[in-house]
């Protein structure tokens, strides 16, 4: 009977609140029950420079070069395509790269494969940043510990 009228006073209520309320003791102590606190935690992910390279992630394993220029291909002219593989089993690792010839193109490739399906697939396309330099090689001086763990 208790159960009963608990679950009457938390369907008058708001939602979200008598339900946490309901099978929470302490829901106000958890920041990710609240909304507010979800909002202010999530930073907005750096964008790229528009190119003319796109970044495509979420490919199946059995997406193809080939598969992958059709694709975009109703989009713009395509200079490039290529999805990345695995060197020891041939598939593909699920991302890739399409090369537009132009700026408009690739804003019109984003704008049109972004979400989509693609093999079955949800795939993302956004412009590709550039690849960091390597940082040069610095030896590590191991010179003060003895070798094989005699340290004392």
């Known amino acids: 009977m208790a159960m009963a ?25 958890f920041s990710f ?26 490919l199946s394993k059995r997406t193809t070069s080939e598969g992958l220029r059709t694709a975009f291909a109703q989009f713009g002219e395509i200079a490039d395509a290529k999805v990345v593989t695995d060197r020891v089993s041939g598939y593909s690792k699920g991302f ?19 979400g989509k399906f693609l093999d079955g697939w949800v795939i993302f396309a956004e412009y590709a940043r550039p690849r960091e330099q390597p940082r040069p ?12 763990g005699n340290r004392y």
């Open 96 to 114: 890739g790269f399409v090369r537009y010839t132009t700026l408009e193109d690739s804003a019109k490739g984003i704008a049109g494969m972004d």
């Open 33 to 58: 029950l609240s909304p507010q606190a979800a909002n202010s935690e999530t930073p907005a992910r750096p964008q790229a420079e528009p190119s003319t390279n796109l970044f495509v992630s979420g």
């Open 5 to 29: 009228m608990r679950l009457r006073r938390a369907a008058t209520e708001a939602p979200s609140v008598g339900l946490r309320r309901l099978f929470c003791s302490n829901a106000s102590k």
């Open 137 to 148: 090689y610095q030896p590590q001086n191991n010179m003060n510990t003895p070798p094989y």
